[in-house]
């Protein structure tokens, strides 16, 4: 991962952007994560969600933004992460289904960080690309467990 990161440009000034992006979209991710769920209840892949379980990930998730945007991708975050796409592997998650959930949940932060920050539009411009490069390190992260399970 840490050529990944490299690849992306993430350096000490990405990581300041990665803690100020999770600053303004700390307080919406709640609302963002129960749509989330709520669309993906929905869905093919969320039929089986139902309420204490939406809650258990809901908090899980929000825990997994929050680590991701600041934790400078140290050991422990890599090693969450690549739990989380071990369990989605277990479960039988299609990993069309996590690229497209990863895009619907990256969608709605962009549009809040776009929307609703008062910030000028220089550094909206920075943080939407932090975003992008932090979640694909995130989901390039999660699908290489899969890429594992697939080799094993």
Known sequence: ????????????????????????????????????????QQSAAGSLLEGRIIERLSVAQREHWHSLFNSGFDDAYLRRAALIGIKHH??????????????????????????????????????VVTLEKYVAVDMALALSSYSSWLVD
Not at 110 to 124: Q, Y
Request: glycine content about 6%.
């Open 1 to 40: 991962m840490k050529e990944i990161v490299r690849y992306l440009g993430i350096g000490t000034r990405s990581q300041l952007l990665a803690e100020q992006l999770w600053q303004h979209i700390e307080e919406p991710s709640g609302e963002i994560i129960g749509a989330f769920y709520r669309d993906t």
């Open 90 to 127: 277990e479960m039988g998650l299609d990993p069309k289904w996590y690229i497209a959930a990863y895009a619907l949940m990256k969608a709605r932060f962009a549009e809040h960080l776009l929307l609703h920050t008062d910030v000028p539009l220089p550094l909206k411009s920075a943080l």
